[in-house]
T-cell receptor, first 112, second 112 residues
Framework: DSGVTQTPKHLITATGQRVTLRCSPR?????VYWYQQSLDQGLQFLIQ???????AKGNILERFSAQQFPDLHSELNLSSLELGDSALYFC???????????FGPGTRLLVL | TQLLEQSPQFLSIQEGENLTVYCNSS?????LQWYRQEPGEGPVLLVT?????EVKKLKRLTFQFGDARKDSSLHITAAQPGDTGLYLC????????????FGKGTLLTVNP
């Protein structure tokens, strides 16, 4: 158990819909990272937040957005969902940046 | 963005065999991390290598960092079914960029 929690574990929805994925970091960690894992693209960095502020951005689509709240939990919002958005979405946390990232168990999203 | 090439993509061996998987880049790594991801779980950090020529051992796993810091290998001695999983290498982009870039991984299956 990494100490990072993600909900829900599984999510099935339809194209065009919007979903919210939630992540609670390990106690004491200020950074939260979001990744997308698919068979063809592998594990891809989406975005990082540090203590409530966006710190780094990867190949995150404009339809996707994230935020980190004062209690340090984070949410990833995916809108206008497409079939190709079906993937595993992982959250990770670390103390700050450059240190070990601890990954959560992931949310498996299926868009039908 | 630094690209990490991992090989082989798939590897299926019998219990007790030795194996080596590779991670290569056309650019110099500032540091390199190896992760193992088991089915249904997030990646777990195994080791970080920083210095060219560095060798680190973790029980039956030996990690090597190339002298030029452009390649790395993971060698497993006497593989066991519990070693089954996806082995990923990853590297941070340099400077103020906190993005962790992953290779697509080697999927290892160790058959009893």
């Amino acid at each position: 158990d990494s100490g990072v929690t993600q909900t829900p574990k599984h999510l099935i929805t339809a194209t065009g819909q919007r979903v919210t994925l939630r992540c609670s970091p390990r106690s004491g960690d200020l950074s939260v990272y979001w990744y997308q894992q698919s068979l063809d693209q592998g594990l891809q960095f989406l975005i990082q937040y540090y203590n409530g502020e966006e710190r780094a951005k990867g190949n995150i689509l404009e339809r996707f957005s994230a935020q980190q709240f004062p209690d340090l939990h984070s949410e990833l919002n995916l809108s206008s969902l497409e079939l190709g958005d079906s993937a595993l979405y992982f959250c990770a946390s670390s103390v700050g940046g450059w240190e070990t990232q601890y990954f959560g168990p992931g949310t498996r999203l299926l868009v039908l | 963005t630094q690209l990490l090439e991992q090989s082989p993509q798939f590897l299926s061996i019998q219990e007790g065999e030795n194996l080596t998987v590779y991670c290569n880049s056309s650019s110099v790594f500032s540091s390199l991390q190896w992760y193992r991801q088991e089915p249904g779980e997030g990646p777990v950090l195994l080791v970080t290598v920083v210095t060219g020529g560095e060798v680190k051992k973790l029980k039956r796993l030996t990690f090597q960092f190339g002298d030029a810091r452009k390649d790395s290998s993971l060698h497993i001695t006497a593989a066991q079914p519990g070693d089954t999983g996806l082995y990923l290498c990853a590297s941070y982009s340099g400077g103020s960029n906190y993005k962790l870039t992953f290779g697509k991984g080697t999927l290892l299956t160790v058959n009893p």
